[in-house]
């Protein structure tokens, strides 16, 4: 382990791979209330991973930039949705680590920032925007590469970042996290039945299934809580195989003993609606459901449709009485206060 005088950062090796402290970790698994069907909810507060007002992209980050650092890199690019809160926790590693970061976004740029773009302009990133829609994953992809390749031929050396942050290497963080997850379990003598949390890019989902993997394959099988992703972007639902890959492909480059199957991934599309980002009766619900019962923050994109698909779950009867359900709030409450006109 070091801390770089220049970048006040921690660094270490973890199975092999770089990584750079960023997230406040472990983040706090807190009591529920009783949920229908008499099941219990807990909440693993990945809102309150702290790294820029936080969200679930600060563990992917910390390998992703451990990576970066590694390389020489002297910038970060990345790309998301207009309110990405991936990218403005890359602008916010940025700021920690002293790299230039460039982010390639869906739409325009508003006269007036807010939400997650006026946080990446404070943590001092470009923000590219490309007149793209909001869900137009291929050509915002395109565009991250012919940035990098521009950058590239301005003699800067950078480490470019896939949407969400879902590559092996990212998908690390969460693997982390499913381990911690069940140490505290284990601590607070319960065994999760589920962990359900909102799934798009699929990196969360892919590092959640490797870490459930690899504790299958050490026999740590007392408490193995199953995953259910809710599904709030139409390619995560077409993507099915390519998050058996990546978790595959995770638990390979560090190095962990750990077969993933078919039938360990599980996404739950019914909690889409018409399209990513575009509000349900079900997600608005579960907002004032989240604030009232727990004074959780959900947003409109991720976590509410999360948390309708949870407790629309519960209510369809997926848990029996008396077991544990534990939802990850990944965060994204900084699109809370973006003005929806
Ligand atoms: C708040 C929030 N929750 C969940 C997700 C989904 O994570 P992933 O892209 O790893 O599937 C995101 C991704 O942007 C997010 O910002």
Same mark, same amino acid.
């Given at each position: 382990?070091?801390?770089?005088?220049?970048?006040? +950062?921690?660094?270490?090796?973890?199975?092999?791979?770089?990584?750079?402290?960023?997230?406040? %970790?472990?983040?706090?698994?807190?009591?529920?209330?009783?949920?229908?069907?008499?099941?219990?909810?807990?909440?693993?507060?990945?809102?309150?991973?702290?790294?820029?007002?936080?969200?679930?992209?600060?563990?992917?980050?910390?390998? %992703?930039?451990?990576?970066?650092?590694?390389?020489?890199?002297?910038?970060?690019?990345?790309?998301?949705?207009?309110?990405?809160?991936?990218?403005?926790?890359?602008?916010?590693?940025?700021? %920690?680590?002293?790299?230039?970061?460039?982010?390639?976004?869906?739409?325009?740029?508003?006269?007036?920032?807010?939400?997650?773009?006026?946080?990446?302009?404070?943590?001092?990133? &470009?923000? &590219?925007?490309?007149?793209?829609?909001?869900?137009?994953?291929?050509?915002?992809?395109?565009?991250?590469?012919?940035? $990098?390749?521009? %950058?590239?031929?301005?003699?800067?050396?950078?480490?470019?970042?896939?949407?969400?942050?879902?590559?092996?290497?990212?998908?690390?963080?969460?693997?982390?996290?499913?381990?911690?997850?069940?140490?505290?379990?284990?601590?607070?003598?319960?065994?999760?039945?589920?962990?359900?949390? $909102?799934?798009?890019?699929?990196?969360?989902?892919?590092?959640?299934?490797?870490?459930?993997?690899?504790?299958?394959?050490?026999?740590?099988?007392?408490?193995?809580?199953?995953?259910?992703?809710?599904?709030?972007?139409?390619?995560? +639902?077409?993507?099915?195989?390519?998050?058996?890959?990546?978790?595959?492909?995770?638990?390979?480059?560090?190095?962990?003993?750990?077969?993933?199957?078919?039938?360990?991934?599980?996404?739950?599309?019914?909690?889409?609606?018409?399209?990513?980002?575009?509000?349900?009766?079900?997600?608005?619900?579960?907002?004032?459901?989240?604030?009232?019962?727990?004074?959780?923050?959900?947003?409109?994109?991720? $976590?509410?449709?999360?948390?309708?698909?949870?407790?629309?779950?519960?209510?369809?009867?997926?848990?029996?009485?008396?077991?544990?359900?534990?939802?990850? &709030?990944?965060?994204?409450?900084?699109?809370?206060?973006?003005?929806?006109?």
């Amino acid at each position: 382990m070091a801390v770089d005088p220049n970048r006040r +950062v921690v660094t270490e090796i973890w199975q092999g791979q770089p990584r750079v402290r960023l997230a406040t %970790l472990p983040t706090h698994l807190e009591r529920g209330p009783v949920l229908a069907g008499q099941s219990l909810l807990w909440v693993k507060r990945d809102d309150l991973t702290g790294l820029g007002m936080g969200g679930n992209k600060a563990r992917k980050l910390e390998f %992703l930039c451990g990576a970066a650092v590694a390389s020489g890199a002297d910038c970060l690019i990345t790309v998301g949705a207009g309110q990405s809160n991936h990218c403005r926790m890359t602008a916010a590693a940025g700021a %920690l680590l002293g790299l230039e970061v460039h982010l390639v976004l869906a739409g325009d740029r508003p006269a007036v920032l807010e939400g997650n773009q006026l946080l990446s302009e404070r943590f001092g990133a &470009h923000q &590219h925007f490309t007149g793209a829609g909001p869900a137009e994953w291929g050509l915002l992809e395109i565009a991250r590469e012919d940035l $990098t390749e521009e %950058l590239q031929a301005q003699g800067l050396k950078p480490y470019s970042i896939p949407i969400g942050g879902s590559t092996a290497v990212g998908a690390l963080g969460y693997i982390v996290a499913y381990q911690e997850i069940v140490e505290q379990a284990v601590a607070l003598n319960l065994s999760p039945k589920s962990i359900v949390f $909102t799934s798009s890019s699929g990196g969360t989902h892919a590092g959640l299934v490797a870490g459930r993997a690899h504790m299958r394959a050490l026999g740590r099988t007392e408490v193995l809580p199953n995953l259910l992703a809710i599904g709030v972007a139409k390619g995560v +639902v077409a993507g099915f195989p390519s998050v058996k890959e990546l978790a595959q492909e995770s638990l390979a480059i560090a190095g962990l003993p750990g077969e993933v199957l078919d039938e360990d991934i599980e996404v739950d599309a019914r909690w889409l609606g018409k399209d990513y980002a575009i509000p349900t009766d079900a997600s608005q619900a579960a907002i004032t459901w989240a604030a009232h019962n727990g004074a959780w923050v959900l947003d409109d994109v991720y $976590t509410a449709k999360g948390m309708a698909g949870l407790l629309g779950n519960a209510t369809q009867g997926r848990w029996a009485s008396g077991e544990d359900v534990i939802f990850i &709030h990944t965060g994204g409450s900084p699109e809370v206060f973006v003005r929806h006109d």
